[in-house]
């Protein structure tokens, strides 16, 4: 249902969090219907907030009990599910979807206004999730680094990829008669003019705040 998990100094309400990541789906859905593209990108941060608010609920420290009687961070999978379900419905029979997170999360021993972090060599571990009609199915690949997703991307896209870039094609999440991969070029270079951007001052305020109650930023400085 829509009923709050449960209730925090700053209440954590699952269906409100579902509400952001859907809004900018529904946003992502509209653009494409407007300008084709060949390449969609989409970022939603309420799972983020919600492990880093809430994480005391899915995993309380050593001697702690639960601090209430639902795992909102387990909820907002199941949530998440259905959205994920929006997206790919988006999507063509010739059409790829890669879904990639950035880190996993643990216990804060020391609070500090947050329940989850991710500071140990555990938590650097993320997801990458790939199909499409050249993607093998039901695989789970070796190691995967940050560095290969823009490889396999390009070669998803049908463009090579470049020698100076670090990553590698995930060749293992390709089906074996698949792997027939562009020759990567030396190199892309920017071709256009990077020109001047005005944005909206309070709008950027905000999200500086937010980054900043989540710990990503201290002061002015970026973690």
Not at 8 to 24: F, G, S, T, W
Not at 27 to 45: C, E, G, H, N, T
Not at 153 to 160: A, I, K, N, T, W
């Amino acid at each position: 249902g829509d009923q709050p998990a449960r209730q925090l100094d700053d209440v954590i309400v699952p269906a409100q969090y579902e509400a952001i990541d859907r809004e900018i789906v529904r946003m992502a859905r509209v653009a494409s219907r407007v300008i084709a593209v060949d390449l969609l990108m989409i970022y939603v941060r309420a799972f983020d907030e919600i492990c880093h608010l809430g994480w005391k609920t899915h995993q309380p420290l050593p001697g702690e009990k639960p601090s209430g009687d639902n795992d909102v961070v387990v909820e907002y999978m199941r949530r998440f599910d259905w959205l994920l379900q929006e997206i790919l419905s988006m999507l063509g029979p010739d059409d790829y979807f890669v879904l990639v997170s950035d880190h996993g999360f643990e216990a804060n021993p020391e609070e500090g206004g947050l329940e989850g972090i991710h500071e140990s060599e555990e938590t650097a571990v993320a997801t990458f999730i790939a199909m499409g009609p050249r993607i093998r199915r039901g695989v789970k690949l070796p190691t995967v680094s940050v560095l290969d997703v823009v490889p396999t991307l390009l070669e998803l896209s049908g463009l090579p990829s470049a020698k100076s870039l670090p990553g590698r094609i995930v060749a293992e999440a390709f089906r074996p008669g698949d792997r027939d991969f562009l020759p990567p070029i030396s190199g892309y270079e920017q071709t256009w003019d990077t020109g001047t951007a005005s944005g909206d001052s309070e709008a950027d305020e905000a999200i500086m705040e937010r980054l900043r109650s989540l710990g990503y930023i201290d002061g002015d400085t970026a973690h």
